[in-house]
């Protein structure tokens, strides 16, 4: 599973960048160990919202750091990435949502 193969990353690699970007505030980056720790603490929040293994999770945000994050905490939670496409229209989220109803949806402020 990716989630335990950055867990031991995290031990072995804990000082190499896992993700680097440049955007707005200028370039950012997250060490192995330092992502790993954002991971595990949004796989709590989810736990604590009811989030199980097996459940599915919505994923609706822009593809960056916090992506990332979201999408490997709902792995490390057990769950399933529902992966929702701002693309689509209003009709084909509701129809998607019908029919994976996810437990939980992960969205970021814009959307």
């Given at each position: ?16 960048v896992?993700?680097q ?6 370039l ?10 954002k991971?595990?603490?949004a ?31 709902i ?9 929702l ?27």
């Open positions: 599973m990716i989630t335990q193969q950055l867990a031991q990353w995290s031990r072995e690699r804990a000082g190499v896992a993700l970007t440049h955007g707005e505030r200028g950012s980056r997250l060490t192995y160990a330092e992502l790993w720790e991971v595990k603490a796989a709590a929040l989810l736990r604590t919202a009811g989030v199980t293994p097996g459940d599915h999770v919505g994923l609706f945000a822009a593809n960056g750091p916090e992506w990332a994050i979201a999408y490997l905490a792995h490390a939670a057990g769950a399933a990435v529902v992966p496409d701002a693309q689509y229209g209003i009709a084909e989220l509701k129809n998607l949502c019908a029919f994976a109803a996810p437990r939980a949806v992960i969205a970021d402020a814009p959307r």
